[in-house]
């Protein structure tokens, strides 16, 4: 553990902490953000973000399954949950 000092510690990296953090720092203060898991909290990392990167894949699916009501053929739709998964991921990881 170092001594070294702060003008500002910020508890929690979510979208709360990490803009005050980063006004804070913008206006020239010394920040510690603090943070036990990942930068961006819950609705970047394992909520909002993921659940809409899986419902544009659903939505996607869901065209190309009745494209042929719109005088398209297609092949049938088959999910690649592998695939969905790491567009998720590279959506989330920015």
């Given at each position: 553990?170092?001594?070294?000092?702060?003008?500002?510690?910020?508890?929690?990296?979510?979208?709360?902490?990490?803009?005050?953090?980063?006004?804070?720092?913008?206006?020239?203060?010394?920040?510690?953000?603090?943070?036990k898991d990942t930068i961006g909290g819950t609705c970047l990392n394992r909520g909002c973000i993921p659940a809409k990167a899986f419902l544009e894949s659903a939505?996607?699916?869901?065209?190309?399954?009745?494209a042929k009501d719109f005088g398209i053929e297609?092949?049938?739709?088959?999910?690649?949950f592998a695939v969905t998964q790491a567009r998720k991921q590279t959506i989330v990881n920015g």
């Amino acid at each position: 553990m170092s001594d070294a000092a702060y003008d500002l510690a910020v508890i929690g990296g979510g979208p709360g902490g990490y803009a005050a953090a980063f006004y804070a720092a913008s206006a020239g203060m010394k920040v510690a953000l603090i943070e036990k898991d990942t930068i961006g909290g819950t609705c970047l990392n394992r909520g909002c973000i993921p659940a809409k990167a899986f419902l544009e894949s659903a939505a996607v699916f869901r065209h190309v399954a009745h494209a042929k009501d719109f005088g398209i053929e297609a092949s049938a739709p088959a999910v690649n949950f592998a695939v969905t998964q790491a567009r998720k991921q590279t959506i989330v990881n920015g």
